[in-house]
C-alpha cells in the first residue's frame, strides 16, 4: 500500500499541470480576443500619399542670356494669342478688278457729200464675247476740215441690223483737225458688221485720218 503513494503523487502532480496548462489557454482565448488584434492590424496608419508631381519650374539664368535675348523672350510670350478664344482669323484683302483697254482700228476715208456717206473702208465685224464682260465703248475719230467750212460729222453704222449705233456720232467745227471721242456706248450683244458714216454739212471736202473703238472690259 505504501508502494502506490509515490506513484499516486505523481500522477496528481501531471493532473495539476495539465489543469494548469488549461486554464492558461482559456486566459489566452478571454482576455486577449482576436477581435483586439483585428482592430489593431486596421487601425495602423498607413504611410501618406504624395501629392501630384508639380512641373519643373525652369528660371531664365540672366548671366548667360544678354538683355535682348530677354526682350525677345518676353515680347513673343506676351504677345502670342495661340489658341485664346479672341484670336481672329487672318483678313484676306480683296482687289477690285482692274479693266482692260482694246483698241479697234477701223480705217479712214473721205468725202465732199452733205449727207451721210458709207466709208467702206472701214466696215469691220466686231464680235462682244472676244473682249469678255465689256464695261465700256468709245468711237475715237480724227478728222480733218482744211477750208473750215461748215461742220464734220461722223458716226458708227450698224450693217448687220440697219442701223445707227446709239451714242457714236461725233462733231467737229470751226477748227481744221481735231480728235474726238464720243459717249460711251453699248455695243450689240452678238457680232455684227460696223461701219464709219462722214458727212461735210457744206460740201467741202473733209477727211477721216483715223477712225477706231476702244473697248474697256473685264
Excluded at 33 to 61: C, G, H, R
Excluded at 191 to 214: D, F, H, I, W
Aim: charged residues 15%; proline residues 6%; neutral net charge.
Amino acid at each position: 500500500m505504501k508502494q502506490d503513494l509515490p506513484f499516486a503523487h505523481f500522477a496528481i502532480l501531471i493532473l495539476l499541470l495539465l489543469i494548469a496548462v488549461n486554464l492558461l489557454i482559456l486566459d489566452i482565448k478571454i482576455f486577449y480576443p482576436q477581435n483586439i488584434l483585428l482592430s489593431e492590424t486596421k487601425t495602423m496608419p498607413f504611410p501618406a500619399v504624395s501629392k501630384e508631381a508639380q512641373p519643373p519650374v525652369y528660371k531664365i539664368d540672366n548671366s548667360q542670356c544678354p538683355v535682348a535675348c530677354l526682350n525677345l523672350i518676353g515680347q513673343a510670350t506676351s504677345g502670342s494669342n495661340i489658341g485664346s478664344p479672341d484670336q481672329t482669323a487672318p483678313i484676306v484683302s480683296k482687289q477690285a478688278a482692274v479693266a482692260k483697254e482694246y483698241f479697234i482700228p477701223l480705217g479712214q476715208g473721205e468725202t465732199s457729200k452733205n449727207n451721210w456717206d458709207d466709208i467702206i473702208g472701214t466696215e469691220t465685224v466686231i464680235n462682244p464675247a472676244v473682249y469678255g464682260q465689256i464695261k465700256e465703248t468709245y468711237f475715237i475719230a480724227s478728222l480733218k476740215n482744211p477750208t473750215k467750212n461748215g461742220q464734220v460729222e461722223v458716226r458708227l453704222y450698224n450693217v448687220t441690223d440697219n442701223n445707227v449705233v446709239y451714242g457714236s456720232h461725233v462733231v467737229m467745227t470751226n477748227l481744221t483737225e481735231q480728235t474726238i471721242t464720243s459717249e460711251k456706248f453699248a455695243l450689240p450683244n452678238s457680232s455684227k458688221l460696223l461701219r464709219a458714216q462722214l458727212k461735210s454739212t457744206l460740201g467741202y471736202p473733209v477727211t477721216l485720218e483715223n477712225a477706231r473703238l476702244k473697248i474697256l472690259a473685264y
